[in-house]
């Protein structure tokens, strides 16, 4: 991977640019001592830091791994204590765990706020109230009443339902069964923090954070499915979890992940074709083009590339220009370059 310039991998240490995690690690030469980009230790002079590209090459050079950021873990795993809140919810969504609740179970209720927070861009208290919205949302979806669907998903009065349901959906309960729900989540890969989107069909949805213009995206979603974006699970996530953590460690080449990918006839094509582009292989717009037996339509084709919302899982990483060159990749150059060191086995950290 192309590590960047030691002025600009400075820069982002100081500023704790988390876009940086991934693409660098800084190795402090007074203390013997690396760290991730977004470090919270006492930033170094510019002459006492060096930097590289893995891990593995910081441990080469006589370097130990920072107790503060922690770099040899995956940034922002999720602690043992909050997988079983969150295996907790999952079985039975309706429940309400208090920040009393936490403090009995010996949980510090500010800690867990503040993972909430950085994972998921809303509370603990907030991530329950969507999960019995969710719960609501899918009775009502089958048919049940109103009022079957707000006492049997945790709330105590009719109104307090209602009100919060409109707050979520900006409509009312009953106007709610003309929309669909797509569940929302973030997942953390080695390349960074990722959002994916997924209704009953399928993933419709898999972006990172730092994608420019990836609310508009959200929002011509939600519009293309008469849908509204709610953070929760989704039947589909445990197994895009699964196969991307197997893509990212080597061990899996293609994905059975069912796909909604809502767009024009032609723009299907071409993320139907991107499929068809072998693991470890590369094609250039023009071949793409060619294949769609579209010649002529080069830059229609790198336009419904750029388009595509689900990333990796369409590997529209896989084209390049004509010359050899990587261009247009929404999730960042780097991480092009990233993903086709993988599949061609030139990564070995």
Known sequence: MLLPSTLECYQ??????????????????????FCRPTCTARKPKPENVE??????????????PCKVCIPLESR???PAYIQALLNELGHHPTVKISDSVLRQRGMEPATIRRWFLRQHGITFQAYQRLNRINVAFKKLQRGESVTVAAFDSGYESLSGFQDSFKAVFGVSPRQSREQQIINLTRLETPLGTMLACGTEAGICLLEFTDRRMLETELKDLARRLNATIVQGENPHFGLLRTQLAEYFAGTRQTFTIPLLTPGTAFQQAVWQELQSIPYGITRSYGQQALALARPSAVRAVASANGMNRVAILIPCHRVIGSNGQLTGY????????????????????
């Open 51 to 64: 930097f590289f590209a893995t891990t593995k090459q910081a441990l080469l050079h006589g370097y130990r």
């Open 330 to 349: 929404a999730g960042g150059l780097w991480r092009k370059q990233w993903l086709l060191d993988l599949e061609a086995g030139r990564r070995n950290d």
């Open 76 to 78: 922002d795993s999720t």
């Open 12 to 33: 982002a240490l100081v500023n704790k640019d988390a876009s940086y995690e991934g693409r660098f690690i800084a190795a402090v030469k007074t203390t013997g001592i």
